[in-house]
């Protein structure tokens, strides 16, 4: 990534030194977007976990940062600088900034007083992650496009088949999702590995056949293949992360993101989880008549 002109230099209420990434107030976040087919791939692994996680850069440490984006402390710092800031406490003041605009500009929940809060203010591990898994499920439920929701619903009915392709920690969703989805008697396969036959499978894609790619953080290649593929052959592609600069989400025509916030020493899949199982009821609930009896059959088999 080429190192840009330093932003404007407004001084926010960062504090004195501070750099303001705003020519017309402009967030930090929508610089980022600007920019991101500049990065080199280390840094846009940095970018992404920014754009969609502002709370935690904002008030993480850049070692912190830096594990949670798979990527070194020195990355954060020069991606810091690729931006036109001194450092990262530069970018990170900017980040506060936003996080504090943003957070001070949301609606009043209209009973004039905030819920309470899950647990007291000293939370154990357990109680912070726990915390986390709520609000990631809470944040999910109010970014998520209904139009999206739908889209995809009306895909997967209407598909004559449905590819889902997640590996590593992303295998077992999409082996889930298959079982939910083959529960309808649905024709569902999945690609969780580079084997041969798993290749086979993205050998099969045609336009008849709907492509999931599910993924955290930087894609797999092999997903990202299947994506391609799909594109290649005018199939239909969803992606399903928490990333929403993510390279799968660039390829697919229908998009859904998650939250993954964690306090935990790898991300939450709560929301995740939560996302497929309502993605699969709502596939259900298009006629859940005639899905009773092929779950009925399904189960006699």
Same mark, same amino acid.
């Given at each position: 990534? %080429?190192?840009?002109?330093?932003?404007?230099?407004? /001084?926010?209420?960062?504090?004195?030194?501070?750099?303001?990434?705003?020519?017309?107030? @402009?967030s930090?976040?929508?610089?980022?977007?600007?920019?991101f087919?500049?990065?080199?791939?280390?840094?846009?692994?940095?970018?992404?976990?920014?754009?969609?996680?502002?709370?935690?850069?904002?008030? @993480?440490?850049?070692?912190?940062?830096?594990? /949670?984006?798979?990527?070194?402390?020195?990355?954060?710092?020069?991606?810091?600088?690729?931006?036109?800031?001194?450092?990262?406490? &530069?970018?990170?003041?900017?980040?506060?900034?936003?996080?504090?605009?943003?957070?001070?500009?949301?609606?009043?929940?209209?009973?004039?007083?905030?819920?309470?809060?899950?647990?007291?203010?000293?939370?154990?591990?357990?109680?912070?992650?726990?915390?986390?898994?709520?609000?990631?499920?809470?944040?999910?439920?109010?970014?998520?496009?209904?139009?999206?929701?739908?889209?995809?619903? @009306?895909?997967?009915?209407?598909a004559?088949?449905?590819?889902?392709?997640?590996?590593?920690?992303?295998?077992?969703?999409?082996s889930?999702?298959?079982?939910?989805?083959?529960?309808?008697?649905?024709?569902?396969?999945?690609?969780?590995?580079?084997?041969? &036959?798993?290749?086979?499978?993205?050998?099969?894609?045609?336009?008849?056949?709907?492509?999931?790619?599910?993924?955290?953080?930087?894609?797999?290649?092999?997903?990202?293949?299947?994506? %391609?593929?799909?594109?290649?052959? %005018?199939? /239909?592609?969803?992606?399903?992360?928490?990333?929403?600069?993510s390279e799968?989400?660039?390829?697919?025509?229908?998009?859904?993101?998650?939250?993954?916030?964690?306090?935990?020493?790898?991300?939450?899949?709560t929301?995740?989880?939560?996302?497929?199982?309502?993605?699969?009821?709502?596939?259900?609930?298009?006629?859940?008549? @005639?899905?009773?009896? /092929?779950?009925?059959?399904?189960?006699?088999?």
């Amino acid at each position: 990534m %080429k190192r840009a002109a330093a932003p404007t230099t407004d /001084r926010p209420a960062g504090g004195p030194g501070t750099r303001r990434v705003t020519g017309a107030h @402009q967030s930090l976040s929508k610089y980022i977007r600007a920019r991101f087919d500049e990065c080199s791939r280390s840094q846009k692994d940095v970018a992404q976990y920014i754009v969609d996680h502002l709370d935690e850069a904002a008030f @993480q440490t850049a070692e912190e940062l830096a594990r /949670r984006a798979n990527t070194s402390s020195s990355t954060v710092v020069r991606f810091s600088q690729a931006l036109g800031f001194e450092g990262f406490p &530069e970018l990170q003041a900017a980040a506060r900034e936003e996080y504090r605009r943003v957070h001070s500009q949301a609606p009043n929940n209209g009973e004039g007083a905030s819920s309470s809060p899950l647990f007291s203010l000293d939370q154990n591990e357990f109680e912070m992650a726990l915390t986390a898994d709520h609000s990631n499920v809470e944040d999910t439920a109010r970014k998520v496009s209904r139009s999206s929701i739908e889209a995809l619903i @009306q895909a997967i009915v209407s598909a004559d088949k449905v590819l889902v392709a997640g590996t590593d920690q992303m295998a077992f969703f999409a082996s889930y999702l298959r079982h939910l989805l083959m529960l309808l008697d649905l024709r569902v396969d999945v690609v969780a590995s580079p084997s041969q &036959e798993a290749l086979s499978r993205l050998g099969r894609i045609d336009t008849g056949t709907l492509v999931i790619g599910l993924s955290a953080g930087r894609p797999h290649p092999l997903v990202v293949r299947a994506m %391609k593929l799909a594109r290649h052959r %005018k199939a /239909r592609a969803a992606a399903i992360t928490d990333a929403t600069l993510s390279e799968v989400a660039k390829l697919a025509q229908i998009k859904l993101y998650y939250s993954s916030n964690s306090p935990a020493y790898v991300r939450s899949h709560t929301a995740l989880l939560s996302l497929i199982q309502a993605l699969a009821y709502g596939v259900y609930a298009q006629d859940s008549a @005639q899905y009773d009896d /092929r779950i009925k059959a399904f189960r006699l088999k």
